[in-house]
């Protein structure tokens, strides 16, 4: 009798603690920005989303102060690092009139899928016009940069100069009709597009078809 009511109160006990456990998160990558998410339905709930290097570091906010919910809490996380480990607080004022704060979280950001410079083409190959995708990291609102995106073969000589200038943060696309700089059809073989900014350079491996 004692040990089936000592199991009743241990089993109580632990439906309560899972009852009481914070929510989990998961990380998505969207064109290279890492986004955030609380696990779970929160719709009608404000919040805050808040990083810090260390569990016990200074917390700062990288969401909008009370920011609507729809359903799962999340955000794009613009300022982080490839390859960095960082904690996530989130802070919740519940649609029923409560508060909540779940973590801190430790999420280490995918160095493969977390982007601050890349170049992409499509379609690839192609023996015709193609589309060019250039990414740099940081915010919508952050200052553009100075920027260079060519195409060359693999001798190293530049056939063709696709943008030079300042770029705008996240994706931009650019459409490239697969001529070189003289509006000549590029032959058919392998040449490399090579884009180059203040936050690092990359180099994209082009296949061009008759």
């Known amino acids: 009798m004692r040990r089936s009511f000592a199991l009743a109160v241990a089993s109580s006990l632990l439906a309560a603690s899972l009852a009481f456990a914070d929510p989990g ?34 917390f700062d906010p990288v969401t909008a102060q009370s920011a609507v919910c729809t359903g799962e809490c999340y955000v794009d996380d613009f300022g982080a690092d490839p390859g960095a480990t960082y904690w996530y607080r989130f802070d919740l004022a519940l649609a029923d009139g409560g508060f909540a704060s779940f973590g801190p979280y430790p999420v280490t950001i995918s160095n493969e899928l977390a982007w601050r410079v890349n170049a992409s083409v499509f379609p690839n190959p192609s023996g015709g016009a193609t589309r060019v995708h250039l990414f740099l990291a940081g915010s919508p609102g952050a200052v553009p940069l100075v920027s260079e995106a060519s195409i060359y073969d693999l001798q190293g000589r530049m056939v063709r100069s696709l943008h030079r200038g300042p770029l705008s943060r996240g994706t931009t696309r650019i459409e490239w009709d697969g001529r070189d700089r003289d509006g000549q ?20 491996r082009v296949v061009r078809v008759p």
């Open 25 to 58: 998160v998961h990380v998505e990558y969207r064109e290279g920005v890492p986004q955030v998410r609380l696990d779970g339905n929160w719709a009608g709930s404000r919040y805050t989303i808040y990083r810090s290097r260390s569990a016990s570091g200074v």
């Open 185 to 204: 059809s590029l032959r058919a073989g392998v040449y490399y597009l090579r884009f180059a900014s203040p936050l690092g350079s990359t180099l994209a």
